[in-house]
């Protein structure tokens, strides 16, 4: 199965992306937005929902709420359709190398950056996702994405 796609008629003929999520054969949760810049593999983007449907933004630096976190599954170009993870397990996340977090513990949003917060995942507005394998000053961290909007920054 393919993204839902279909072309603006107005004035901009932008191709938008239909706010859907996509069960795989692999049990996880996959949905599509429209990449606002780049977007890198295994890295986290929020995804907004604007005139053209979904559509990504910087996780970092980026204090708003309600929103859900996606992770490319692969690079895709600025204005291109990308494919995101918004539930289930990811390998391989890229995180803040700062984070040193402990198996099950959960990841928070506070300003737009990632925490740890040095507790097992409760469900809480900032959590976004469990920490699947421990890091310690490493650049990724392999993580389940409960896949739900987050109302809160800490």
Do not use: W
């Amino acid at each position: 199965m393919g993204a839902n796609l279909f072309r603006d008629t107005g004035t901009t003929g932008r191709v938008k992306a239909m706010p859907r999520d996509e069960r795989g054969i692999d049990g996880i949760d996959y949905t599509y937005a429209l990449a606002h810049t780049t977007l890198t593999d295994k890295t986290h983007y929020r995804i907004n929902f604007d005139e053209y449907g979904p559509l990504t933004a910087a996780f970092s630096g980026n204090t708003s709420r309600n929103f859900r976190v996606g992770v490319a599954t692969e690079a895709t170009a600025t204005g291109k359709i990308a494919k995101l993870v918004v539930g289930g397990y990811v390998q391989s996340m890229v995180v803040n190398a700062s984070l040193s977090m402990a198996v099950g513990e959960a990841i928070s949003v506070a300003g737009g950056t990632d925490i740890d917060d040095a507790a097992d995942y409760t469900g809480d507005p900032d959590q976004y996702a469990i920490c699947v394998t421990a890091t310690s000053s490493i650049t990724t961290c392999s993580v389940f994405l409960p896949g739900k909007y987050i109302t809160a920054s800490a």
